[in-house]
């Protein structure tokens, strides 16, 4: 039988663990001169820090951990480019001084 809410649950964590593999590839991809390097050491990462991170904060066992690093190193590209330039950094965030919200963002309980 298929376990439609476990692949869900994994899917979570590997959104989360790809958020912040990426931020640690890009910042060490710096000793890589070759792009096809990087897809490798990308995904190395992924997998040694998926495992990492489900072994210290979940029950989950090692063949599923590699799942969800190799969740996390599908994911951690698209959503990095998903992102990218939508993001404000730290600091523009805390120099900015009127926040403006459209009336496209804003969720009322009587639109649902």
């Avoid at 993001?87 to 804003?106: A, E």
Wanted: glycine share 4%; proline share 1%; net charge neutral.
């Amino acid at each position: 039988m298929f376990h439609i809410e476990y692949l869900q649950e994994l899917l979570v964590i590997g959104i989360a663990l790809s958020t912040i593999t990426c931020a640690l590839v890009q910042k060490t991809k710096i000793i890589f001169t070759n792009s096809k390097y990087i897809v490798f050491y990308s995904l190395f990462i992924n997998l040694i820090i998926g495992v990492i991170f489900c072994l210290t904060f979940t029950d989950i066992t090692l063949p599923t951990s590699l799942w969800i690093g190799f969740f996390a190193f599908i994911g951690a590209d698209s959503i990095y480019k998903a992102l990218e330039g939508k993001i404000s950094s730290y600091s523009d965030i805390l120099n900015r001084k009127n926040i403006t919200i459209s009336k496209d963002n804003i969720i009322n309980e009587e639109d649902k």
